[in-house]
Structure formats: C-alpha cells, structure tokens
C-alpha cells in the first residue's frame, strides 16, 4: 500500500464564489492556518489539489519537540507546545497527541556538551528539559546496550499521529464555518492594482481579498509562476512502521543510527538518525550557490543520487496559463519509493540498542519529501512584491510539531493582529536583502 493511511477528509461539493481568504495546501500548516482564520471569523477556503494531509504531514516521524531546534524557532515552538496540549479538547478530536518527552542520545563529550549548550536556549521557558548522565540514561532504559555519555531530555516534548492531526484540524476548520476542497488545485492569484483579488482554481475562480501558500514541496513551483523566486528544495526521508509491540521505549528516541516513536497503536515509527537523500534536479543547479554552505555542513547525512526524478522535474513546466491544467493536477501526491536500505539499518541499529525490537515485525514502509529552505527555517511572511500574498512554507522538516503556532502566526499576519512571537526571523525577503543566511540546526 503506497503512503500511510491518512483519515480522509471528504471535500465540500461546492465552490464558494468569494471568501476573505484562500489558503493553498492541506497540510497541517494550512490546516492549522485555515482554523485560526475560520475561528477569528474569516470566511477561508481551504484548497488542496490532492488529500488533506495525505503529502509531508502525514510522513513524517511524529515528533512534537522543542529540544535540539534551530534557537530562531524556539519561542513558535514554546507556543506549540501549549496549543498541542490543549488542540483534542479545542477541536473535539482526535491528533494522538501525548506529552511523553524526547531524548537526543550523546555517544561522545563533544556530543554532551553541545546538546548541554543548546539546553540554555530554553532558560527562561519553564520546561522540564535537562541533561541526563549515562548512569541515569541506564536506569531509564536498564535494558538498552547503547554506549553513551548520556542524552539531553525534554520530557516537555511529546508526539502525535501525523495520520490524524491534519484531518481533524482540517475538519475543524470546517465546522467553524471554512470550505475545505480537495482536488481542487490552485492554478493561480488574480490581481487588481497589484493587489490579490482572488485565485483561479481548476473549479473554477473564488474571489478574496488574501492568499496563503502553504504548498509544502510544491510552493516554490507556485510561486515561481507569478515570478517570485523562493529557494527551496526537496530531501527525501524513509520510514517504516512496525506493528504493535510490548516493552519498548515510551519515550521517542533520537541516535545517530535511528530515530523512534511509539505510536497510538503500539507500534513503532523507525528512520534513520541522520540519513537522508537528495536527489539531484534542475532546481539543484539553480539554487546550488544559496545552498552549498547548508550542504557543506550536511553533506554526512545527505546522499546525493542521479536518476528518473531529474527528468520528472525536468518535464514540469516552470510557466503556465490559468485557463490551462497546471502541474498540481498531474501529481496529486508526492509518493517517494522508500530507500530500503536506510530504514533496515536504522531497524538493525535500533535493535542493538533495544533487544525488544528483535521481535519487531514490520508493517509498512514509505517515504516523504521534506522541502527545505537555505538556512532550514520557514517562511512565514507577507510577500511584499504582491500585496495580500502570505507565504507559510519551508518548515525543513520541523513543521508537524510546530504546526498549530506557525498557523497561528501566519493568521496574525493576515489579519494584522499583534502576532504570536516575533516574525522577522521568518520573513521572506531575508533571502534578497543581504541578511546572511545560515544553518545553525540541520535539516
């Protein structure tokens, strides 16, 4: 079975003829966005060409962390964690959410005591986060047989089921008064005096005052057509699923050889610590320049490959009119064949680790496309060159946990409230107005 099980999410018949605001793409931003808007009161429509939360949202590990983030994201992620906690209750559903923490594993000193640095960034905070010696990692895990100089944990953190959390956002949206379409692409913004009037969709036009790009791997395509240049690209992550199993960690697990969560089910979640591949596209030459400082401090857990996936993205047209099939109709869903090989090592590691995954019986396998940015923090921003345009994309594979917040901010925005934190680490134009960009945490 190609992808996870998402929960479906079933779209409205109807187009609604205007709105105040468009929201592009299903994922758990978008989501999360359309409910913030929905609930100030805004008449949103929530379009996504395929499923909601059927790409990235639904692939990705799990994780609900503030531990080990770029220090930028921090104070979003802070209030991320307040809103996970009180998200079932709010949207009356299920996300799977559980605060149940998070340990980064330190296999030497150096190890130890950058992850005992990158704990001051949460001074201030009031979270439960703090070192771990090996003897206390050992009475933690008295089974595991992993040789370390101790972990960092954040028992503030937590996890949610990826499968779930997008839908039933999406769907709260929905009962607060937002249309919510599925196959239903965006081909394009109509402007008047410069300014977004509205958007052309493969349905037909819906008329609105502000659009709200959260395409994930698609965006910088999107925005590309209206001759906004965004750097951005795609790394793929392999993941497998095992089915149920008894005595393993509750507690997510990240090593440099693999990375667990328990999952709602009783299963695990198991990738890769660290490995990644990036395949190799006409957009890697473009935005070669922007991204090298990021590869050269990656390139360990980065495999670069050549193969069909350079002429598939060749063959997409970089223009196209509205009154024409744009490319988001002929690809509903970004499904990567998984890398095998990754995730079997990284199940072997981990059940060196924990003997009781020796008796982990995989149940499923798939792979996403995480889309990244040069200094891998998101966009969340006006775009200033089309005024009413607002992008939220870019999240590099940090954006499941931080979801709910950065819809929130992203709703500010729009509505020109005071926003949530301050936005400027985000903003869009940091890549064109001589700010260095740099990668502080990694992809």
């Not at 939220?392 to 929130?408: D, E, Q």
Request: glycine share 10%.
């Amino acid at each position: 079975m190609p992808g996870p099980h998402v929960v479906p999410v079933h779209g409205d018949p109807d187009l609604p003829r205007e709105v105040d605001v468009v929201v592009i793409g299903g994922g758990i931003i978008g989501a999360s966005t359309a409910l913030e808007l929905a609930e100030g009161g805004l008449r949103v429509a929530l379009c996504e060409k395929g499923g909601i939360g059927k790409e990235q949202s639904s692939r990705n590990w799990g994780w609900v962390r503030i531990s080990r983030r770029d220090p930028r994201e921090v104070p979003l992620m802070a209030e991320a964690l307040r809103i996970w906690s009180g998200l079932d209750q709010r949207i009356g559903r299920d996300t799977g959410y559980r605060r149940a923490g998070i340990l980064f594993t330190c296999a030497t000193d150096l190890q130890y005591a950058q992850h005992e640095q990158w704990n001051r960034n949460l001074e201030g905070y009031q979270l439960d986060s703090r070192m771990l010696s090996q003897r206390e990692f050992k009475d933690m895990f008295p089974g595991a047989d992993m040789p370390l100089k101790g972990a960092l944990y954040t028992a503030a953190d937590g996890r949610a089921e990826p499968q779930k959390a997008a839908p039933a956002i999406a769907e709260a949206a929905r009962d607060r008064g937002a249309h919510v379409l599925t196959e239903c692409a965006v081909r394009g913004i109509e402007t008047s005096g410069g300014a977004v009037s509205g958007v052309v969709t493969e349905r037909g036009p819906i008329a609105c005052k502000a659009v709200v790009l959260a395409g994930g791997a698609w965006s910088s395509l999107f925005a590309g057509n209206l001759g906004i240049d965004f750097p951005q690209l795609k790394v793929m992550n392999s993941v497998l699923r095992t089915k149920p199993l008894e005595g393993g960690p509750e507690q997510a697990i990240w090593h440099g050889d693999f990375a667990v969560r328990r999952r709602q089910d009783g299963g695990y979640t198991i990738a890769s610590g660290h490995e990644n591949i990036v395949d190799i596209v006409p957009k890697s030459f473009r935005y070669a320049w922007s991204f090298l400082p990021a590869f050269r401090k990656e390139w360990r857990s980065l495999s670069f490959r050549f193969g069909w996936r350079y002429f598939d993205e060749a063959r997409i047209p970089n223009r196209w009119a509205m009154d024409e099939p744009s490319p988001f109709e002929y690809n509903r869903v970004l499904d990567p064949v998984p890398n095998r090989k990754l995730s079997d090592r990284a199940l072997a590691a981990a059940r060196r680790a924990f003997p009781v995954f020796a008796k982990a019986e995989i149940a499923q396998r798939w792979a996403g496309y995480i889309d990244v940015t040069p200094d891998a923090v998101p966009v969340i921003s006006a775009i200033d060159q089309v005024p009413g345009f607002f992008m939220a994309s870019g999240f590099s594979g940090h954006g499941f946990g931080i979801g709910p917040a950065a819809g929130r901010l992203m709703a500010d925005l729009v509505t020109g409230r005071t926003p949530l934190v301050d936005p400027a680490a985000f903003r869009f134009n940091r890549f064109s107005d001589g700010s260095k960009i740099e990668l502080i945490s990694g992809f």
